[in-house]
């Protein structure tokens, strides 16, 4: 039996001269990757017409090719050592040909299925939907209980709420830096007491209906009361108290950790007091600009649509920090940031913005989604 075995094995080998080893060692990966490459570029090439005119059928097709994207690069890697092994075994090719094929299918197989998913995600993937100032559509007077409860009732993913601190270091919601404008008193939140500042009636601008300004500890209650998440933007003033993120934390922290709100503002320093408290919610720069010095643990910028800039972006994405857009309040402001991929959207009026996204997910181009596929690959360079 052992000796037919080794007969077996002396057909079975061939004597192959050293340049031929070598040449065959690299074109087997080099023809593989070929074929790889030039099908994937044919299918970057032909999906636009795919896309105009069988777009009933595109979003699975893309869904396909992005699974074959990467699992087919398997077959190339184990058809590659098969050869190799042949090569340094000096064993003919044709023995046991089958086995690359049949262990490269069983890795595919949950590599297609992964990317596969992770494609549909990408698909169904929009920005978040903020309601600035707690408004929708001019549905209330801005940071007030009313317009955060018939907001609420449309169900933005956040509610945009501004806050001060007042006289007696509580701390109220409210939005313009004094009360000119909208109650005709001469006065910052900040010279005024809790107490004063929630007995006044302003009226809204923007919509002419009247409201009363709420304290931060009543706001906050109906918010977990209606389980709507918060983002606080934290309002600074230059009489605020020294120890003004410290009070804030001290009462607030845990709840807001709890009910998952989060934290903005425009005040570089005030955010890095707050990231010195290692907070578990999340936090933002409202900026147009990248620091001089990083904000460790800062989750991200909330920035003008309009003044985001590439590099700004760049930095931003390279970084990976989320972008909170605002205020977009038009299609071409929607369709822009959702090209951009920003993380969530600051819009007065939620419906409109909730249904502007959809169309563009029904209408998505997914020669473009395909454009990306291979662009953050690095080694498609004619695209």
């Given at each position: 039996m052992t000796k037919r075995h080794g007969l077996t094995r002396h057909r079975n080998r061939v004597k192959r001269p050293t340049w031929m080893k070598i040449f065959i060692c690299l074109l087997t990966p080099l023809v593989g990757f070929g074929i790889w490459y030039l099908i994937n570029l044919g299918i970057y090439y032909y999906l636009p017409y795919i896309n105009s005119h069988f777009l009933q059928y595109t979003p699975l097709f893309y869904f396909i090719v992005c699974g074959l994207l990467y699992s087919g690069l398997i077959p190339i890697l184990f058809i590659s050592l098969w050869v190799w092994g042949k090569i340094i075994s000096e064993e003919k090719m044709k023995v046991r040909f089958w086995r690359p094929i049949v262990l490269s299918l069983v890795v595919m197989v949950p590599i297609f299925v992964h990317y596969f998913k992770q494609a549909q995600i990408e698909v169904d993937k929009l920005p978040q939907i903020i309601a600035h100032r707690s408004l929708n559509n001019k549905n209330a007077a801005e940071n007030t209980i009313q317009a955060l409860q018939l907001t609420s009732q449309d169900k933005p993913d956040l509610v945009e709420i501004d806050i001060y601190e007042t006289a007696d270091l509580e701390f109220v919601v409210f939005h313009n830096g004094t009360l000119v404008e909208v109650a005709n008193i001469y006065k910052r939140p900040h010279d005024l007491t809790l107490a004063e500042l929630t007995q006044i009636t302003f009226t809204d601008p923007s919509s002419g209906i009247e409201g009363?300004?709420?304290?931060?500890?009543?706001?906050?209650?109906?918010?977990?009361?209606?389980?709507?998440?918060?983002?606080?933007?934290?309002?600074?003033?230059?009489?605020?108290?020294?120890?003004?993120?410290?009070?804030?934390?001290?009462?607030?922290?845990?709840?807001?950790?709890?009910?998952?709100?989060?934290?903005?503002?425009?005040?570089?320093?005030?955010?890095?007091?707050?990231?010195?408290?290692?907070?578990?919610?999340?936090?933002?720069?409202?900026?147009?600009?990248?620091?001089?010095?990083?904000?460790?643990?800062?989750?991200?910028?909330?920035?003008?649509?309009?003044?985001?800039?590439?590099?700004?972006?760049?930095?931003?994405?390279?970084?990976?920090?989320?972008?909170?857009?605002?205020?977009?309040?038009?299609?071409?402001?929607?369709?822009?940031?959702?090209?951009?991929?920003?993380?969530?959207?600051?819009?007065?009026?939620?419906?409109?913005?909730?249904?502007?996204?959809?169309?563009?997910?029904?209408?998505?181009?997914?020669?473009?989604?395909?454009?990306?596929?291979?662009?953050?690959?690095?080694?498609?360079?004619?695209?």
């Open positions: 009363t300004i709420p304290s931060f500890d009543a706001m906050l209650d109906e918010a977990e009361k209606l389980g709507q998440k918060l983002l606080i933007d934290f309002k600074t003033y230059k009489a605020d108290s020294p120890e003004m993120v410290d009070n804030f934390l001290a009462k607030y922290q845990s709840r807001l950790e709890k009910g998952h709100h989060q934290v903005q503002s425009s005040d570089a320093e005030l955010m890095r007091k707050i990231l010195k408290h290692s907070p578990k919610f999340e936090t933002f720069l409202i900026s147009n600009s990248i620091l001089e010095h990083d904000i460790p643990g800062l989750t991200g910028y909330s920035v003008p649509l309009l003044e985001l800039t590439d590099d700004l972006y760049s930095y931003l994405v390279i970084n990976n920090k989320k972008i909170y857009a605002w205020t977009i309040n038009d299609s071409q402001g929607v369709l822009n940031a959702e090209f951009l991929e920003v993380n969530a959207i600051i819009t007065d009026y939620l419906g409109k913005t909730r249904n502007e996204l959809e169309e563009i997910k029904k209408d998505r181009d997914y020669s473009f989604l395909y454009y990306k596929q291979l662009y953050n690959l690095f080694i498609f360079p004619m695209i």
